[in-house]
């Protein structure tokens, strides 16, 4: 079970984009990354190809380490740590700040 969910708000702690805040659109567990809309944006020359894509400089978004980021508590709304708690045979996270379950 990874501590980052698609969907969870998180705050980049660390790097050029710190104090941005966005939703995790992808994760990518072997590499200890995820994907944030608006994080991590780099610019890229594109070649034409045929009829199908123009040419020009695009933007596009490169994953960030998961160290360089923290979750935000929906509840409390601050960025926290996350841990576990096993109920009724269920794992669910747990916010270390305000002891709200995170869904």
């Known amino acids: 079970m990874s501590k980052f969910k698609v969907g969870d708000e998180i705050l980049v702690t660390a790097g050029k984009d710190k104090g941005k805040k966005g939703k995790i659109e992808r994760i990518l567990p072997k590499d200890a990354k995820i994907v944030v809309a608006g994080v991590n944006m780099y610019k890229r020359n594109m070649k034409g190809s045929s009829k199908v894509r123009q040419s020009g400089i695009i933007d596009i978004v490169k994953p960030i380490s998961v160290g360089n980021v923290a979750i935000v508590c929906p509840k409390c709304k601050l960025p926290t740590r996350i841990g ?18 995170l869904k």
């Open 84 to 101: 576990y708690v096993i109920k009724s045979n269920e794992k669910n996270r747990v916010c270390k700040k305000c002891d709200q379950i």
